[in-house]
């Protein structure tokens, strides 16, 4: 409330000074009608006289009376009248003032359902209010984490426009443009939000903004959890579907041996490879930091999940596993669809694509049939976001290749 009062008495002083005392005329006779005149006038000038008296240490006496005097008097003096303007002027600026900080208190007292409510006349009032903004992406991400996915879709437009703001050099005070570090760090947390946001429904446009949150140096970028929803979205929206159209179409070795064959596992293999870098620096990542002992549950199921994975790729063997592991943070980060650089293995290896615990025939190059294990059931743990200065609650899902449910383990949080 004080901060509102400043605000008030800044914009009111700045006219207030300008604008004599309203001018009281008496009529030249006595009669009836022009005592009544008299008291009109008496009490339109005590009227305003009470509006500009209080605007400086008691806006809310100021902003009743003003709003009195319209009804009183602005019919009949019309819009133009320099005293109608510009207690108007003032009434209206009251009234935006006072919805924002509406705003502001039922988002600190966590009135979810008011604020989002509240929010389109504000924003409509500050369409470019960096700090509600923001503080409606925050809030909204929080519950949505936590199960809550009611404001899921004001709160993805919210957290675009939010980072579209920060992205034009926006911030909280014009007066102090946000450093280089506070810029990444939110930007990396908004794009990861974003990501979880549209994971369940748009999971592949969720893929360009974890890519984003990996890019960004900041919390983001060495959250495993960011790249555990990458390798989680590769394999349930991705890997699943490949394996399943290869196992379907490319049962023999003849079939095999087709282009279209070829081209299906050359794509399902790219796709696992992928999956196996994401796996590899969520690992990485889950052994920095002060709570790594929080990410141990995790970490034995992405370990399970990317051996699985490897041996698939490289005829049953995790030779190397360790190795790449350990030096994956310095590795180029991959686009998706693109091809790992360096490659991972040798492109002779002869894998095959294929989902669920059964073996599948497979083809090389030289047109010599194998058969390997296809990766075993991954579980992978619940996602977890925790955007700048705010708390979140894990959903509890998993999945496998096969794209049915397992058991469900919890997801460890990381405090940025």
Known sequence: MKKLIQLLVFAALLMTFALPALAQTTPANNSGSASSAQDDT?????????????????????????????????????????YVKYIK??????????????????????????????????????????????????????????????????????????????????????????????????????????????????PTEAITYFVNAAQVEGPAKSNPLTYYNLADIYETNQYVNLAKQFNDTCKTEEQAKTQACIDLKAKADLVVDHIIDALA?????????????????????WTESITNYYKYRNNGSTTGLNELIAGITSKPFPKPGEAIVPPMFQTTAPTTPSSGATTTPGTSTTGASTTTTAPKTTTTPATNTKTTNSTSTPSKTTTQPTGKTSTSKSTPRRAH
């Open 42 to 82: 008496e009490a339109k000038a005590k009227l305003y006289d009470q509006f500009r008296t209080n605007i400086k240490d008691h806006p809310d006496v100021a902003y009743q009376a003003g709003k009195d005097y319209l009804a009183k008097y602005e019919a009949k003096d019309g819009p133009d009248d320099q």
């Open 281 to 301: 620096r969520a690992i990485a990542y889950s052994n920095t930091g002060a709570d790594k002992a929080s990410f141990d549950k995790a970490r034995a199921a």
């Open 89 to 202: 002027k003032w009434v209206t600026s009251y009234e935006k003032i006072a919805r924002r900080q509406q705003l502001v208190d039922q988002l600190t007292n966590k009135q979810l359902d008011a604020a989002f409510a509240s929010a389109p006349t504000v924003l409509a009032d500050y369409p470019d209010d960096l700090g509600i903004l923001f503080d409606l992406a925050r809030a909204g991400t929080i519950a949505s984490t936590s199960g809550n996915s009611a404001h899921d879709a004001d709160t993805i437009n919210y957290t675009r426009k939010t980072i579209q703001l920060i992205q034009s050099g926006k911030s909280f005070d014009p007066s102090k443009p946000l450093t280089e570090k506070e810029k990444n760090e939110m930007l990396g947390n908004l794009n990861f939000a974003l990501g979880l946001l549209l994971k369940k429904n748009s």
